[in-house]
T-cell receptor, first 114, second 112 residues
């Protein structure tokens, strides 16, 4: 089945620790995105990538980093600089970013601080 | 920029009734609109979308209405079922390649 796979489903971070969230897609989509969702809130864009080896900051990029070495993969690292990392993280993809069209979402990763 | 907001954070309906979830957007240049359904602990699922050259689009049990004059979007769900219970998000985007801007979500609760 084609889709987007996020792992792990639950992740715990200790103070001062960096953690990496995985996102893989087999939809052959060019564009990939990371969103953060806080309880009762909408989705806020962290980073996005239109093409391999290129990515741009979204609205709340501080304390996060990404890479796009392969078309299929767009991992997100939550660094120790992110002081309030507890949230639900969603990865998404679309065929291209240049034309308005729907995003396909993964099932999310819940990150909590120990 | 664009801001998107839903009118009610929570909507409670009786099973079998029709549901209407409303959304307002701010940017008159927005030309693509989309509704997502999100169940607890899961990622959003696409429901239906509409472009600004249309004012109505129908899917299976769902209809999206777009009023560009007042910058308002609504999602209508016919014969609401318990499985429709979820949070519903609207989002808007301009065709200039900007990102989708999401509203805060409306939680739909279906009473048996």
């Amino acid at each position: 089945d084609g889709g987007i796979t996020q792992s792990p489903k639950y992740l715990f971070r200790k103070e001062g620790q960096n953690v990496t969230l995985s996102c893989e897609q087999n939809l052959n989509h060019d564009a990939m995105y990371w969103y953060r969702q806080d309880p009762g809130q909408g989705l806020r864009l962290i980073y996005y990538s239109q093409i391999v080896n290129d990515f741009q900051k979204g609205d709340i990029a501080e304390g996060y980093s990404v890479s796009r070495e392969k078309k299929e993969s767009f991992p997100l690292t939550v660094t120790s600089a992110q002081k309030n990392p507890t949230a639900f993280y969603l990865c998404a993809s679309s065929r291209s970013q240049g034309v308005a069209e729907k995003l396909f979402f993964g099932s999310g990763t819940q990150l909590s601080v120990l | 920029g664009e801001s998107v907001g839903l009118h009610l954070p929570t909507l409670s309906v009786q099973e079998g009734d029709n549901s209407i979830i409303n959304c307002a957007y701010s940017n008159s240049a927005s030309d693509y609109f989309i509704w997502y359904k999100q169940e607890s602990g899961k990622g959003p699922q696409f429901i239906i979308d509409i472009r600004s050259n249309m004012d109505k689009r129908q899917g299976q049990r769902v209809t999206v209405l777009l009023n560009k004059t007042v910058k308002h979007l609504s999602l209508q769900i016919a014969a609401t079922q318990p499985g429709d219970s979820a949070v519903y998000f609207c989002a808007a985007e301009t065709n200039a390649g900007n990102m989708l801007t999401f509203g805060g979500g409306t939680r739909l609760m279906v009473k048996p």
